[in-house]
């Protein structure tokens, strides 16, 4: 049961919470040895480098009451709940207007790729061929989880002594802040702000605020170890620790915070790895209990808890909907009451990556099951699986066509959205391998970090489809409604695919015409959708090769 109580109430008249509802390699051996031994030591790191202050159990049935508060908890310390209660909630002290600014329609952190709460960029498209364009070196243990926040085609990733701002096109620092002790493991961005968490020493601010203009400091507060990415709420931004969840208003203002207790074994008890998310004016966060926990976005007091199979090691993805996590062997969907949608058995180890959702279907990396999998996100149904021939960790990136992932043999894979089916692979340059990074897209560029501790840019080229030899001649050509391309009936009646490219040399349809069956197309994408009025190229491939050939569409 929850304890809730404004900041300063005793704790023996905090009144009670509400209840909770019932339910309980293709790489080889050494790349999932490698993929393994990075997931440990990320979570190690967040285990070791957390510093708690402990205090005296509260709360009835026999337990001892709380001490009285040391001058470091007055001073901000977050306090450990008594371990024989799930959480305990501390509300900090906050006007109601402050609270109240925080809740409010849901609002997504700022990305080019979807996360725990975001949508997909589904505008942006890559074709190859890729070119790479930058690379920067920043420490293996920094960049093979890091994901990079974009905006405004500006990259934040760490440097040397902090993080710098880089031009996403060119890599051009734009500016470098330096921060102290703190060693940065996640960012992202919130209005004018860029927030980065990390590891700093006891006592010294691990969640400092910089201008995204300029990287000037605007603030800087202490929680205890920050290992995910804040996320953006409409009046502030909420942010998750090795121990807590808090609440901050946009001038870095502490609105709430929960705090998690400690396991038995000693280790901090909050969300550590594992990112929130935002669903409806619902906070959701895993913690080390195994359980889901939903936390009112006004005020923080707790609304629902439910089971799950492990600890969450990835953030938590919402749709507006449902949430939707991945734990041990098993991806669940919840609705906003808490109530368990769906759940889905998945062959290999989906835990470190969180899933991804678009237009209704859920994207889930497999871990060591070395695919990328496609789920209906209404009922859980398996829509398509990708064998990728190597381990996947990290969320995939999804653009308008594609599902772009990332595996540990060192490979940005396109899977087509439309079928699984994988329309390109391009070899990353330097020499380690895609382990807890996600990719980032957007325009025409792809990045990701690596276990070398590379971060690398690379861009898509596309160039209008050449005509092949003997180009290939089209009836009505300019069309409106339908083509048809005439083959020569000399030429073999077998079968044949038809692949249609727009002028950018994008890939928007391909159709598998049947032996004896003249190829048409009806102006169409592959998701059935008109395309609009212009210059089409079209790909023959049959039994004698590939032809193409240029055909106008009329509005």
């Known amino acids: 049961m929850l304890s809730i109580a404004p900041a300063g109430t005793p704790e023996s008249s905090k009144p009670r919470g509400p209840a909770q509802p019932g339910g309980a390699g293709g790489v080889g051996a050494a790349a999932a040895h490698r993929a393994r031994g990075i997931a440990r030591s990320a979570r190690a790191a967040f285990l070791h480098n957390s510093r708690v202050e402990r205090r005296v159990?509260?709360?009835?049935?026999?337990?001892?009451?709380?001490?009285?508060?040391?001058?470091?908890?007055q001073e901000g310390a977050r306090p450990i709940g008594n371990?024989?209660?799930?959480?305990?909630?501390?509300?900090?002290?906050?006007?109601?207007?402050a609270a109240a600014a925080l809740a409010g329609?849901?609002?997504?952190?700022?990305?080019?790729?979807?996360?725990?709460?975001?949508?997909?960029d589904t505008a942006v498209e890559l074709t190859?061929?890729?070119?790479?364009?930058?690379?920067?070196?920043?420490?293996?243990?920094?960049?093979?989880?890091?994901?990079?926040?974009?905006?405004?085609?500006?990259?934040?990733?760490?440097?040397?002594?902090?993080?710098?701002?880089?031009?996403?096109r060119t890599g051009e620092v734009l500016w470098r802040a330096s921060l102290g002790s703190l060693s940065p493991r996640a960012a992202a961005y919130r209005g004018d702000l860029v927030l980065v968490g990390g590891v700093a020493p006891a006592g010294e601010p691990d969640l400092i605020a910089l201008d995204a203009?300029?990287?000037?400091?605007?603030?800087?507060?202490?929680?205890?170890?920050?290992?995910?990415?804040?996320?953006?709420?409409?009046?502030?931004?909420?942010?998750?620790?090795?121990?807590?969840?808090?609440?901050?208003?946009?001038?870095?203002?502490?609105?709430?915070?929960?705090?998690?207790?400690?396991?038995?074994?000693g280790y901090p008890g909050g969300p550590g790895l594992a990112r929130p998310a935002l669903l409806g004016e619902l906070v959701l966060a895993g913690a080390a209990d195994s359980r889901l926990h939903a936390f009112a976005l006004a005020d923080g007091h707790e609304v629902w808890s439910a089971p799950l199979p492990r600890r969450l090691l990835s953030g938590v993805a919402?749709?507006?909907?449902?949430?939707?996590?991945?734990?041990?062997?098993?991806?669940i969907a919840f609705d906003p009451l808490g109530h368990e949608r769906w759940r889905r058995a998945i062959a290999g180890d989906p835990a470190y990556a969180t899933p991804a959702v678009a237009d209704g279907v859920v994207y889930a990396a497999t871990g060591t099951g070395g695919a990328v999998l496609a789920l209906d996100a209404a009922g859980g149904r398996l829509l398509w699986t990708a064998e990728l021939g190597a381990d996947c960790y990290s969320q995939p990136a999804i653009t308008r066509d594609h599902v772009i992932a990332g595996d540990t043999?060192?490979?940005?894979?396109?899977?087509?959205?439309?079928?699984?089916?994988?329309?390109?692979?391009?070899?990353?340059?330097?020499?380690?391998?895609?382990?807890?990074?996600?990719?980032?897209?957007?325009?025409?560029?792809?990045?990701?970090?690596?276990?070398?501790?590379?971060?690398e840019v690379l861009k898509s080229d596309p160039a209008p489809v050449p005509p092949a030899a003997g180009a290939l001649r089209f009836a009505p050509n300019p069309f409106r409604d339908e083509v048809t391309i005439l083959v020569p009936e000399s030429e073999p009646e077998g079968a044949a695919e038809l692949l249609v490219f727009d002028a950018s040399g994008r890939l928007r349809r391909r159709i598998a015409v049947a032996a004896g069956t003249r190829p048409r197309w009806d102006g169409r994408d592959r998701a059935g959708r008109a395309l609009p009025a212009g210059t089409y190229f079209l790909r023959l491939n049959n039994e004698r090769g590939a032809r193409s050939g240029k055909v106008e569409r009329l509005r």
Not at 59 to 73: C, D, F, I, L, S
Not at 88 to 97: F, I, N, S, V
Not at 420 to 449: K, R
């Open 57 to 73: 159990a509260c709360g009835r049935r026999g337990v001892r009451p709380r001490a009285r508060a040391t001058q470091k908890e």
């Open 83 to 97: 371990p024989l209660h799930p959480l305990h909630l501390r509300r900090r002290r906050a006007g109601t207007a």
């Open 105 to 120: 329609a849901l609002l997504l952190v700022t990305r080019a790729a979807p996360s725990a709460g975001e949508s997909a």
């Open 128 to 168: 190859l061929p890729l070119s790479a364009v930058w690379h920067v070196a920043a420490g293996e243990l920094t960049l093979s989880s890091w994901r990079a926040p974009l905006r405004d085609m500006v990259l934040i990733l760490p440097a040397a002594d902090g993080v710098e701002a880089r031009a996403a």
């Open 213 to 265: 203009a300029s990287g000037g400091r605007r603030f800087a507060v202490r929680l205890g170890g920050v290992f995910a990415a804040p996320i953006a709420t409409p009046g502030g931004f909420v942010t998750a620790s090795t121990h807590a969840l808090a609440a901050f208003d946009a001038a870095g203002a502490r609105l709430w915070q929960v705090d998690f207790p400690r396991t038995a074994a």
């Open 318 to 331: 919402a749709d507006g909907a449902q949430a939707i996590v991945s734990t041990l062997d098993t991806i």
């Open 409 to 455: 043999a060192g490979r940005l894979l396109a899977i087509e959205r439309a079928g699984g089916a994988t329309a390109w692979s391009a070899e990353l340059s330097g020499g380690g391998g895609v382990y807890l990074a996600d990719p980032v897209v957007a325009d025409s560029l792809v990045g990701v970090g690596t276990a070398d501790g590379t971060f």
